[in-house]
Nanobody, 111 residues
Framework: QVQLVESGGGLVQAGGSLTLTCVGS????????SAWYRQSSGKQRELVAI???????TYADSVKGRFTISRSSDKNSMYLQMTSLKPEDTAVYYC?????WGQGTQVTVSS
């Protein structure tokens, strides 16, 4: 059973930065596409960014140019660097690969 554990969320002012980390219990990020999703209150979970096994990255239009998805060289960790944060980025952020999900980490951006 693969476990994904996110960390790095918190409270930040608008314009600030945070980096989220997702650690996997297996080298899942090496072999399969992996992604960050987010869900804000009252809304459906939405895709933020995805990285394929070959390293191709795709971003939601709302975060393009501000967020960067990456993974560690040993492929056991995935990251989401978030800059120029906006109040509308406030959400619980989840990492995902295949059918596996982390527990989520809260990001709150104050105006």
């Amino acid at each position: 059973q693969v476990q994904l554990v996110e960390s790095g969320g918190g409270l930040v002012q608008a314009g600030g930065s945070l980096t989220l980390t997702c650690v996997g219990s297996a080298s899942i990020f090496k072999s399969y596409p992996s992604a960050w999703y987010r869900q804000s209150s009252g809304k459906q979970r939405e895709l933020v960014a995805i990285i394929t096994s070959s390293g191709t990255k795709t971003y939601a239009d709302s975060v393009k140019g501000r967020f960067t998805i990456s993974r560690s060289s040993d492929k056991n960790s995935m990251y989401l660097q978030m800059t120029s944060l906006k109040p509308e980025d406030t959400a619980v952020y989840y990492c995902n690969s295949l059918t596996f999900w982390g527990q989520g980490t809260q990001v709150t951006v104050s105006s």
